[in-house]
């Protein structure tokens, strides 16, 4: 089992470095990728619920955020009553390159499966699943 553990961390390690190259014409990095999708995806989610939904330290999305509004992808207004919540909205720029971001995540998905079966992709994507919801279960305990 602790090689397969390694196993997962040595594709996502691959994954960022591909992302890393094929999203270098937007000037965004790869890891923000999964921010200007889930953003477009949710117009209005706050950067709490952002943290919550990718399972990321607040503080990690609030630099990437930072950045992502530098940068025009992302606009961040001031939820009513509460002064210390954002809301975050996708902007025109992030929006035309939505498909784009999709088609880098395909693109790595369809590469790192090259020579599976419809059969293996499906099981693959099934136990990886139920994997998700254990590792679910653990964050909403410490919630």
Same mark, same amino acid.
């Given at each position: 089992?602790?090689? *397969?553990?390694?196993?997962?961390?040595?594709?996502?390690?691959?994954?960022? *470095?591909?992302? #890393?190259?094929?999203?270098?014409?937007?000037?965004? =990095?790869?890891?923000?990728?999964?921010?200007?999708?889930? @953003?477009? !995806?949710?117009?209005?989610?706050?950067?709490?619920?952002?943290?919550?939904? +990718? *399972? !990321?330290?607040?503080?990690?999305?609030?630099?990437? @955020?930072?950045? !992502?509004?530098?940068?025009?992808?992302?606009?961040?207004?001031?939820?009513?009553?509460?002064?210390? &919540?954002?809301?975050?909205?996708?902007?025109?720029?992030?929006?035309?390159? +939505?498909?784009?971001?999709? &088609?880098?995540?395909?693109?790595?998905?369809? *590469?790192?499966?090259?020579?599976?079966? #419809?059969? #293996?992709? =499906?099981?693959?994507?099934? +136990?990886? #699943?139920?994997?998700?919801?254990? &590792?679910?279960?653990?964050?909403?305990?410490?919630?």
């Amino acid at each position: 089992m602790a090689k *397969f553990m390694r196993n997962i961390d040595l594709v996502q390690r691959c994954s960022g *470095f591909y992302k #890393e190259e094929k999203l270098a014409p937007y000037g965004i =990095a790869g890891c923000q990728s999964k921010y200007i999708i889930e @953003i477009c !995806l949710n117009p209005g989610i706050t950067q709490e619920e952002l943290s919550r939904s +990718l *399972f !990321l330290h607040k503080s990690n999305v609030a630099r990437q @955020i930072n950045l !992502l509004v530098k940068d025009g992808y992302v606009t961040r207004e001031q939820k009513d009553g509460d002064r210390r &919540a954002y809301l975050l909205y996708p902007t025109q720029k992030a929006m035309d390159i +939505l498909s784009d971001l999709r &088609a880098v995540h395909a693109g790595w998905r369809e *590469f790192i499966t090259t020579g599976f079966t #419809e059969e #293996e992709k =499906a099981q693959l994507s099934y +136990l990886t #699943e139920k994997m998700v919801q254990n &590792a679910r279960g653990y964050m909403e305990s410490k919630q």
